[in-house]
C-alpha cells in the first residue's frame, strides 16, 4: 500500500522559512516524477514545484526564486524549501507522485496517481 505522508507544516511569519517534507513508502518513487500543489480555502488546488526522476525541477511562477524542490532517493523523500514566505503562500501543501518517469512538466492534478494528507502552512503576523 502505498502512503505519501507529508510533515513541517506550521504558523510562520511573513518573511519566514519552512521546510516540507514528504515521505513515500510502499514502493520506490526514485525514478519517478513527483510534485508539490497547495489549495487554499475556497480555492482550487494549484500545482507549486516539480520534479523529474533525474532531480531536474520546475516550478509555478508564484514561487519561483523563493521555493525549492529536492529529493533523496536514499530516503524515499521529497521536499519543498519555502523562504520569502508571504500571506498568499497560506494553504494546505499536498505532497503527489506520479505512476511514471517523465520528463515533461507535470503541472496538472491528473498528472499524479498518488497524494498525501496536506500538512497546513500558515503565514501570518
Known amino acids: 500500500q502505498v502512503q505519501l505522508v507529508e510533515s513541517g507544516g506550521g504558523l510562520v511569519q511573513p518573511g519566514g522559512s519552512l521546510r516540507l517534507s514528504c515521505a513515500a513508502s510502499?514502493?520506490?518513487?526514485?525514478?519517478?516524477?513527483m510534485g508539490w500543489f497547495r489549495q487554499a480555502p475556497g480555492k482550487e488546488r494549484e500545482f507549486v514545484a516539480g520534479?523529474?526522476?533525474?532531480?531536474?525541477?520546475y516550478y509555478a511562477d508564484s514561487v519561483k526564486g523563493r521555493f525549492t524542490i529536492s529529493r533523496d532517493n536514499a530516503k524515499n523523500t521529497v521536499y519543498l524549501q519555502m523562504n520569502s514566505l508571504k500571506p498568499g503562500d497560506t494553504a494546505v501543501y499536498y505532497c503527489?507522485?506520479?505512476?511514471?518517469?517523465?520528463?515533461?512538466?507535470?503541472?496538472?492534478?491528473?498528472?499524479?496517481?498518488?497524494w498525501g494528507q496536506g500538512t497546513q502552512v500558515t503565514v501570518s503576523s
Open positions: 503527489a507522485a506520479a505512476d511514471r518517469g517523465l520528463l515533461r512538466e507535470l503541472r496538472g492534478p491528473g498528472d499524479y496517481d498518488y
Open positions: 520534479i523529474r526522476w533525474n532531480s531536474s525541477t
Open positions: 510502499g514502493r520506490t518513487f526514485s525514478r519517478n516524477s
